[in-house]
């Protein structure tokens, strides 16, 4: 008897993973809990563990490969799902083998579980929806007709059922069903149709996967800047090029930012402040005991001013909503910092900045970039942010215009630290100065909010005291 291995639901909706490498090979014998493969999502990478103990009859999926969730990833043959892990049950969280590398039994033995084999994962509608999205060449997809997305037990000892099997026409009328029964409501199908987007192949950013009108109008533009393209100038016979998939986590950055930039309309504003009281108070800072072994940087003190000017500028921690049409502001900050993987741009997020200490967000930005370059961000760091920064002056960079990230009202960005000539006390004097930016979106925040909260953050580094005076 053979038994299958499914990809699970990963969380935060999402519905593929691309498989990064494999741990087992055909003959390999597996224990429960032990770590299959890598496996890289929009949002992490992430080790699967097997609920399964047998040996590996078949891997049915390359290295590279993107796989539905709920298509089969793995064979094993003789394979048996523990008694208590059938084919509903659930194996170790996503977020937490994200954050450790090793898989720790719980006090009853067990590992902790993964999203997407408990009780509701396996929701008929749900799984459709999945199966029915169209992939590239490489893509490894779901059974169609809304199977299990849980291991699948041998004929022999699955539970007795009055249902009977679809047959394949029957399953591929319910993954046509599933293919067109897309989310949206009327007024985002007549935009869809009037601007010839096929809702099909709109990715929805909405509640539950809803495709919303923001979703139409970035694929609309997507088209238009397709269509008017000019045509390549001719290639030459022979040329020294290398060509890499685009994939992983680049196609989901890139996917992300088109969308910001067609959906929330940027402004950006720059500002050029002296900081030389900020870059001594760092040097003070990182002599004095209390900052023993931490990484005390500029970064740590432009993100204590922006999370302070955020509670007095609650516009710049907001959300456009579009399928509901409100406007959520958050209570609390959390900032995303944008960090430089080998994988591509990441940008982790810290959860209530404004409760920490100095030294404890030092200590969090510092950990929050060592796992993501090292792979290890957990799935709920990668969520949830309310704003970010990004640091382009650490390449040496005096400003930019940076996207913002989807989802969030604004992002600042710092550029390079130089020693220049500046006014001073009505005199000339060599200073350390530095440019901000900050784009936001001006649907949420108006040009005089923009640059009050831009304003209010520049006065801060130029008298890093004014964090005390401010609370």
């Known amino acids: 008897m053979a038994t299958d291995f499914l990809l699970p639901d990963l969380g935060e909706g999402l519905t593929d993973a691309e498989i990064v490498r494999w741990l087992v090979k055909e003959g390999d014998e597996v224990g429960l809990n032990q770590i299959i493969c890598e496996v890289e999502t929009a949002k992490a990478l992430v080790e699967l563990p097997s609920p399964i103990v047998g040996t590996v009859a078949a891997l ?25 892990l059938d084919g509903r049950s ?15 039994p719980e006090e009853d033995g067990r590992a902790n579980m993964l999203v997407g084999y408990g009780p509701g994962a396996n929701d008929h509608r749900s799984g459709l929806r999945r199966s029915g999205m169209n992939r590239r060449r490489a893509t490894v997809s779901a059974p169609a007709g809304g199977e299990s997305l849980s291991p699948t037990a041998p004929t022999s000892t699955a539970p007795t059922s009055t249902s009977t099997a679809p047959t394949p026409t029957a399953r591929q009328d319910v993954t ?35 495709v919303v009108r923001s979703d139409v109008e970035a694929a609309g533009a997507t088209a238009a800047i397709g269509a008017t393209a000019q045509a390549p100038s001719p290639r030459p016979s022979v040329v020294d090029e290398t060509r890499v998939p685009i994939s992983g986590l ?53 993100a204590k001013a922006a999370a302070s000017a955020m509670a007095r500028h609650p516009s710049l921690n907001s959300h456009w909503d579009e ?27 810290i959860r209530d900045v404004n409760s920490l200490t100095l030294r404890g967000l030092a200590d969090e930005i510092a950990g929050l970039a060592a796992r993501a370059r090292d792979g290890k961000t957990a799935l709920n760091e990668l969520s949830g942010g309310t704003i970010s920064i990004t640091n382009i002056g ?11 990230n989807p989802g969030e009202a604004a992002i600042l960005c710092t550029g390079a630290i130089r020693r220049q000539p500046w006014e001073f006390r009505d005199e000339v004097a060599l200073r350390s100065v530095m440019t901000l930016s900050l784009s936001f979106d001006h649907r949420l925040v108006d040009g005089a909010e923009g640059s009050a909260f831009l304003a209010d953050i520049a006065g801060i580094l130029r008298d890093p005291l004014e964090l005390i005076a401010l609370g």
């Open 250 to 302: 680049r196609k989901r950055t890139a996917a992300a930012m088109v969308s910001s930039a067609f959906t929330a309309p940027h402004v950006t504003e720059f500002v050029t402040v002296d900081v030389t009281a900020t870059v001594d108070l760092v040097e003070h800072l990182r002599s004095h005991p209390a900052f023993a072994g931490a990484k005390v940087t500029p970064l740590v003190l432009v």
């Open 60 to 84: 049915r999926a390359a290295e590279g490969d993107t796989v539905m969730v709920g298509a089969p990833i793995i064979t094993f043959g003789g394979g048996q799902p523990e008694p208590e």
């Open 323 to 349: 399928s509901a049409q409100e406007i959520v502001t958050y209570r609390a900050v959390n900032l995303g910092i944008a960090v430089a993987t080998p994988r591509g741009l990441l940008v982790p997020n």
């Open 90 to 104: 659930i194996i170790a969280s996503a977020a937490e083998s994200t954050a450790e590398t090793d898989t720790e």
């Open 176 to 210: 046509q069903q599933a293919t067109d029964r897309v989310l949206a409501k009327p007024p985002v199908r007549e935009l869809a149709r009037r601007l010839g987007i096929d809702l099909r192949t709109v990715t929805g950013t909405g509640s539950d996967g809803a």
């Open 394 to 404: 650490s390449f040496g960079i005096d400003s930019g215009t940076p996207i913002i």
